[in-house]
């Protein structure tokens, strides 16, 4: 449901952003899923293949998802490390809330036909 | 087809695989989110966010009754389907509007700037956003709100901050509802709050009873708290989800 949509708004979005483009060109759409914003990519590819039946300007598209763990910064040692199992703590083991990534969910690159 | 005058100033080239963009997703519902924050500039938004069955419209129920007289309080109300629980808020005397999402799992804020003008908020001091029961999607959505407040009920179990983490990461307030359940479930107020510091350190926790009353005393504190604070400094602070 959830997943609904977010595909829709990935369709929104490109729509405003390239207002020239005709959606029927585009090939291959990238999104970059931090593990924080509860996006499966299979789920993101079902979907998007049920969204593109009811919208077939988009059934060029292919969907590339690709998944970011969480990192965090700490201000205290300067250091970056990664968040396993959700425990929110750097390396240094204070706890902190400064996500650097994981929580982004981008189009990060869209492909256009010749 | 090469796309004329593109918005980005990096255009895309032909078939060429090339890092065009970086678009959020959900630029459009932010957006939104921060028309609703412009628009009530001196109004605590506060949604609530649970599984169903957590007792969020008893609490709303409850937390009306002993706010009456203090402040003014209205409701938004998000479910699938019905418009029992806006009925329900109504029957004890609260100002309350069902959204319903017509099968949706969770509100966008673009339905909360629609409801705005549909709900009398003439003098309300605080809006809550009762969002659809769903511990997953609505964590999504920022929809304008000052602070987010997840209801997790005891007898839901004990686990559910590491099993939801994105709804815990992005609340200021746990409450732990059910607690006159506490002595008959297996729920460690300890373990949940271990567990819900993991995924989010600066998350409060309070323990409430709806139907005995433990603890409301305390939340209606914090939320005249939070009313005052938001009249006084008029936070607009952008929240990211």
Request: glycine letters at 4%; proline letters at 5%; charged letters at 25%.
């Amino acid at each position: 449901m959830h997943e609904i949509s977010l595909v829709r708004n990935i369709f929104r979005t490109i729509e405003e952003q390239f207002p020239e483009s005709a959606p029927e060109t585009i090939t291959c759409i990238y999104l970059r899923a931090g593990e924080l914003s509860n996006v499966q990519p299979i789920l993101m590819q079902n979907a998007f293949e049920a969204v593109v039946q009811d919208d077939p300007r988009y059934k060029r598209a292919k969907l590339e998802v690709e998944i970011t763990p969480i990192l965090v910064y700490c201000e205290t040692c300067k250091k970056t490390s990664e968040v396993k199992q959700y425990k929110f703590v750097c390396a240094c083991g204070l706890p902190t809330k400064n996500v650097i990534q994981g929580d982004e969910l981008l189009i990060t690159k869209v492909e256009f036909l010749n | 087809m090469i796309p004329l005058k593109p918005k980005s100033n990096r255009a895309p080239v032909g078939n060429i695989p090339c890092d065009n963009t970086t678009l959020n997703l959900l630029k459009a519902n932010d957006f939104v989110a921060k028309a609703i924050r412009d628009r009530l500039p001196d109004m605590l938004v506060v949604n609530v966010c649970s599984s169903p069955g957590s007792g969020k419209t008893t609490l709303m129920q409850e937390t009306g009754k002993r706010l009456a007289g203090k402040l003014n309080m209205a409701v938004l109300v998000g479910d699938p389907e019905t418009e029992r629980d806006a009925i329900r808020m109504r029957d004890v005397g609260i100002n309350a509007l069902q959204i319903v999402t017509g099968g949706m799992c969770h509100i966008e804020a673009q339905m909360i700037l629609q409801a705005l003008d549909h709900i009398d908020l003439n003098h309300v001091d605080l809006l809550f956003i009762e969002n659809v029961g769903n511990l997953v999607c609505p964590a999504a959505f920022d929809l304008g709100e000052d602070y987010r407040v997840t209801v997790l009920a005891s007898t839901e179990g004990d686990d559910k901050p590491k099993k939801y983490p994105r709804m815990f990461h992005t609340s200021e307030l746990l409450l732990v509802s059910k607690s006159d359940l506490l002595p008959y479930v297996p729920f460690s107020v300890e373990a949940v709050t271990k567990d819900a510091r993991d995924v989010n350190p600066d998350i409060e926790v309070m323990t409430i009873s709806s139907i005995k009353g433990d603890g409301l005393d305390a939340w209606c504190d914090w939320l005249l708290e939070k009313v005052n604070q938001k009249k006084q400094s008029k936070l607009t602070t952008q929240k990211a989800y």
